[in-house]
C-alpha cells in the first residue's frame, strides 16, 4: 500500500467523519441545516477530492506541492470561507441583540409611563 | 432660548453610587435617564427613588450600547441635546453647566469636557496610560480639526444632529464611545470643542479600563485612525454659527445609509 493512498484514506475518513458530524448535529438541533449544509458540503468536497487524489496531482507539481498538501489546502480554504461567513452572520446577529435589548428597555419604560399614568385617567 | 437638555447615566452595577449622582443631578435641575446596563444589582431600583427615569436593559450591552438607548430615548423624547455623565461619581453636576456653556457659546455639536486642558492638576493619571491619551488626543485633534486633550472622557454634550446620528449608530466596544464618537463626528464634518472640567474620585468600585484592553483598544484605535473604519454617521450639513472661527469639514465622504 503506497504513502499516498494511505493519506488519501485518511483524509477521506475525515472527510466521512465530517459529514456524520454535521448530519448529528443537525439532527439534534444544535446547528442549523443552513450550517450543516455547509460543513457537509466540506466533508464531501474532501472525499471526493481523496478519491481523486491522482487528477490533483498535475495541479501539485505545478506548485511544487503534493497531491495530499492541495487537498488538505482546499480544505483548509471552504474552512476559512466557512469561518469568515460565521463571522458575517456572528457580527450580524450581534447587532440585532443590540436593537432587540435597546428596543426592550425603551417599551418597558414606555409601558412604565402608562401604567403609571392610567390610574389617573381612569 | 435654553435647550431642552437630558443627562444619560450608563450604569453597571453602580447601586452603591448612583443614587447620590442622580440626587445631584435632579438638585441642579436636570431630566437625568440612568441606562441599566444589564446590572445584577440594586442600580435601577436606586437610579428611580433618586428621581431618575430608568431604562433597563435586559442583558449588558456596554457603555455605547447603554448610551445609544439613552440617545434614542432624548430623540424620541424631543430633547435638543443630550449631557454623558459617569454613575460613579467622577463627573459633578457643576462641571456640566461648563460643558453647556461651552456649547451655547460655539454652537458645537460635540462638546468635551476636558481634565488637562484646564489650569488645576487635573487627575493622576499612570505615566503608561497618560502616554495612550496623549497618543488618542492627537489622532482626535486631527479629525476634530482643533487640539484635543481629553480623548477618553466621559463628560460630554452631544447635540442635534449629531445626537440623531449617534442614536443610530454609535460603537459599543472598550472606549468606542468616546474617542471613536470624536473621530467620526470630526471627520463628518461637526463641530468639536473641549472645554475644562474638574472631575472628582469615584464614588465607589473600580474602573473598568483594564490594561489589556486597553492595549487592544489602543492598537484598534490606530487601525481606525488610519482605515477610516469607524462606525458611520452622515455628514453634518454645515451650518457655522456667527462669532466663530470658519472651518471646512475636514472628513472624506462617508457611505450614506
Request: overall charge neutral; glycine content about 10%; aromatic content about 4%.
Amino acid at each position: 500500500m503506497s504513502a499516498a493512498f494511505r493519506q488519501g484514506a485518511l483524509i477521506a475518513l475525515g472527510g466521512v467523519l465530517l459529514g456524520i458530524a454535521a448530519i448529528t448535529l443537525a439532527r439534534k438541533r444544535l446547528i442549523t441545516l443552513r450550517y450543516a449544509v455547509g460543513w457537509l458540503a466540506v466533508g464531501i468536497v474532501t472525499l471526493v477530492g481523496a478519491a481523486a487524489a491522482p487528477l490533483v496531482t498535475p495541479i501539485a507539481k505545478l506548485f511544487s506541492m503534493t497531491a495530499t498538501g492541495v487537498l488538505l489546502a482546499g480544505a483548509t480554504g471552504l474552512m476559512v470561507a466557512i469561518a469568515i461567513q460565521l463571522s458575517i452572520s456572528v457580527s450580524g446577529l450581534q447587532a440585532q441583540v443590540r436593537e432587540l435589548a435597546e428596543a426592550h428597555a425603551l417599551l418597558a419604560n414606555r409601558l412604565d409611563e402608562l401604567e403609571t399614568r392610567a390610574p389617573a385617567d381612569a | 432660548m435654553s435647550a431642552h437638555v437630558l443627562v444619560v447615566v450608563p450604569a453597571w452595577n453602580e447601586g452603591a453610587s448612583v443614587a447620590d449622582v442622580v440626587s445631584d443631578l435632579r438638585r441642579h435641575g436636570y431630566d437625568v435617564a440612568v441606562v441599566d446596563d444589564g446590572s445584577t444589582d440594586d442600580t435601577a431600583a436606586q437610579a428611580r427613588s433618586a428621581g431618575a427615569t430608568v431604562l433597563t436593559l435586559p442583558i449588558n450591552l456596554g457603555v455605547g450600547g447603554a448610551l445609544r438607548c439613552g440617545f434614542r430615548y432624548a430623540v424620541e423624547h424631543g430633547y435638543d441635546m443630550v449631557v454623558q455623565c459617569d454613575a460613579d461619581g467622577q463627573h459633578p453636576a457643576d462641571e456640566i453647566a461648563a460643558v453647556l456653556d461651552a456649547q451655547a457659546r460655539t454652537g458645537a455639536h460635540l462638546v468635551i469636557g476636558s481634565r488637562f486642558r484646564g489650569d488645576e492638576p487635573g487627575m493622576d493619571v499612570p505615566g503608561n496610560r497618560r502616554l495612550a491619551m496623549r497618543l488618542l488626543a492627537r489622532i482626535a485633534s486631527t479629525a476634530a480639526g482643533r487640539p484635543i486633550t481629553d480623548a477618553s472622557s466621559g463628560l460630554r454634550a452631544i447635540a442635534r444632529p449629531l445626537l440623531d446620528e449617534f442614536a443610530r449608530s454609535y460603537p459599543v466596544h472598550y472606549l468606542g464611545d468616546t474617542f471613536e464618537a470624536i473621530v467620526v463626528a470630526g471627520r463628518a464634518g461637526y463641530r468639536v470643542e473641549e472645554v475644562a472640567v474638574t472631575m472628582a474620585p469615584r464614588l465607589s468600585g473600580q474602573s473598568s479600563a483594564r490594561p489589556l484592553a486597553a492595549l487592544v483598544f489602543l492598537g484598534r484605535a490606530v487601525i481606525v485612525s488610519l482605515g477610516g473604519l469607524g462606525f458611520e454617521v452622515r455628514r453634518a450639513e454645515v451650518s457655522e454659527p456667527t462669532g466663530v472661527d470658519e472651518r471646512r469639514p475636514t472628513g472624506r465622504r462617508r457611505r450614506q445609509p
